[in-house]
T-cell receptor, first 115, second 112 residues
């Protein structure tokens, strides 16, 4: 079956540090890949996505590249801010959105940015 | 900006009681979902709903669970006889036609 593995948290960084949150996946088909973010007290918000190999998703300074050869979709940001403190979820959709299949999520990584 | 809403934000119930969790998806969306997240664990897919019927359900979604879209705006999840292990955060999501699901803020269910 499908699965997503992401690095355990919490990850604590200083402001302006470089961020990487690792995510690897297992899927039977050609999934779409997503990063969702959950700020305290809020729901899951889509941060970025990529739908095919070598695509790069980007938003708000965050980037992730769909690497089929390593089955990875690592999240990166060059300079984090205190406001980036949140829980980040890597997820996949195995049918590219054509049907009604649910997303498969990783466990989430709690990111804490200190001023 | 349209958003998915969920009520209540926190529900406390006794074991064996029925609960109904409510969601109002984004108004023109066509696909609807429920997920749950037990504390410290993964967000898990429960069920998807399209064209007034269940499209897909996970192993978690057994006979104790049911979903309904009673009036064209609400989307509900019913748990008939709650168990301690049903304590979790329940998320509703909706989607129009692409691959992006929009999530609500969640309902925290506590079963005592």
């Amino acid at each position: 079956g499908n699965s997503v593995t992401q690095m355990e948290g919490p990850v604590t960084l200083s402001e302006e540090a470089f961020l990487t949150i690792n995510c690897t996946y297992t899927a039977t088909g050609y999934p779409s890949l997503f990063w969702y973010v959950q700020y305290p007290g809020e729901g899951l918000q889509l941060l970025l996505k990529a739908t095919k190999a070598d695509d790069k998703g980007s938003n708000k300074g965050f980037e992730a590249t769909y690497r089929k050869e390593t089955t990875s979709f690592h999240l990166e940001k060059g300079s984090v801010q205190v406001s980036d403190s949140a829980v980040y979820f890597c997820a996949l959709s195995d049918n590219g959105g054509g049907g009604a299949d649910g997303l498969t999520f990783g466990k989430g990584t709690h990111l804490i940015i200190q001023p | 900006e349209p958003e998915v809403t969920q009520t209540p934000s926190h529900q406390v119930t006794q074991m064996g009681q029925e609960v109904i969790l409510r969601c109002v998806p984004i108004s023109n969306h066509l696909y609807f979902y429920w997920y749950r997240q037990i504390l410290g664990q993964k967000v898990e897919f429960l069920v998807s709903f399209y064209n007034n019927e269940i499209s897909e359900k996970s192993e978690i979604f057994d006979d104790q669970f049911s979903v309904e879209r009673p009036d064209g705006s609400n989307f509900t999840l019913k748990i008939r006889s709650t168990k301690l292990e049903d304590s979790a955060m329940y998320f509703c999501a909706s989607r129009l036609s692409g691959d992006t699901q929009y999530f609500g803020p969640g309902t925290r269910l506590t079963v005592l």
